[in-house]
């Protein structure tokens, strides 16, 4: 017989952890070689020379001095950032950027033409660029419905498993589902307030929380909890089910995690504070009552309520 320890200081300890390891701000805009005049604004560079991008459009054309020739690049090619230049009199945009596919194929382009249709070759940039596609997310929400509403059939009939309605013996699912609805709301508030924060980030990306601003590297330490706690979440899971009701309790939770990012991310963010303030005390509150498996069968390992026969081996625990 062995006495399971209580788990009612994790939260506590997770939420420390998120606020220590993201207390350190460094600007990410600063004066410098990055940041030239016009005429009418303060230019400030989102990406540096030697950047490397993907083309994202059927065919992007480059001027080529004096700008009487094009070349045309295409979707796949790779490009490397040579040279960025202001032309104060271009009433269109005063940013022109070289770049260089190879050694015969350079030429010239206005900022936000190139980065309409680039895409940055960093594997960070490329999952942004993903998630961050306005096809993604209606994509997301019906595949969600789709496998929750299958899920729920599942559930009706066979009992198998499901987050919130029939939850398996653990924590890390709903708190999961906690630092998803946290992670939205934080990007949510960096979309809302600080913009080009995360628009610099998207060209310049990094998993090292102490090299950006506080909020960005809140974010980027809750996404490694969600990690870690997906990880713990799967060994839990086939330690306790078969493979078919894991299956589709993963795609319930799946499910939940999609329907929460969406909601938290594109809701008015001072919505999400409240309705995340009430989904957290939800959480915590059911958590907290996690504790009622105290004992585990010496036998077989499984979690029990009481000492005395174990309702799943029916081994005797004194």
Not at 83 to 90: A, N, T, W
Not at 221 to 235: E, K, N, W, Y
Request: aromatic residues 16%; hydrophobic residues 50%.
């Amino acid at each position: 017989m062995f006495m399971l320890r209580k788990s009612k200081y994790i939260i506590p300890f997770l939420f420390l952890l998120i606020l220590v390891t993201a207390c350190h701000y460094r600007p990410m805009y600063s004066s410098g070689d990055g940041d030239k005049h016009d005429s009418t604004r303060l230019y400030i560079q989102l990406y540096a020379l030697n950047s490397n991008f993907r083309i994202e459009a059927d065919t992007l054309w480059l001027h080529v001095l004096p700008f009487m020739d094009t070349i045309a690049l295409v979707k796949g090619d790779e490009v490397v950032v040579a040279e960025i230049d202001i032309h104060p009199k271009d009433s269109i945009d005063s940013v022109w950027v070289k770049v260089a596919r190879d050694q015969e194929t350079i030429g010239w382009i206005q900022e936000h033409r190139l980065l309409e249709n680039i895409v940055p070759v960093d594997p960070i940039s490329r999952f942004i660029h993903l998630f961050s596609n306005t096809h993604t997310l209606p994509f997301f929400l019906v595949l969600a419905v789709f496998f929750l509403w299958f899920v729920y059939r599942a559930v009706r009939r066979k009992q198998i498993k499901l987050i919130w309605l029939d939850d398996i013996d653990s924590i890390f699912p709903i708190l999961l589902s906690l630092l998803m609805a946290i992670a939205a709301t934080v990007y949510n508030s960096i979309q809302h307030f600080v913009p080009e924060t995360w628009e610099r980030y998207y060209y310049d990306p990094t998993l090292n929380p102490f090299d950006v601003p506080f909020i960005l590297g809140f974010f980027i330490v809750c996404v490694g909890l969600i990690v870690l706690v997906s990880i713990a979440t799967l060994d839990d899971l086939f330690h306790q089910a078969k493979v078919e009701v894991a299956f589709f309790y993963l795609v319930g939770l799946m499910s939940c995690c999609i329907f929460l990012y969406a909601f938290f991310t594109y809701v008015d963010v001072y919505i999400a504070y409240v309705c995340l303030l009430v989904y957290a005390i939800i959480c915590i509150r059911w958590l907290c009552k996690s504790n009622r498996y105290l004992y585990m069968c010496g036998a077989c390992g499984a979690k029990m309520r009481t000492k005395g026969v174990c309702p799943h081996c029916g081994a005797l625990n004194e």
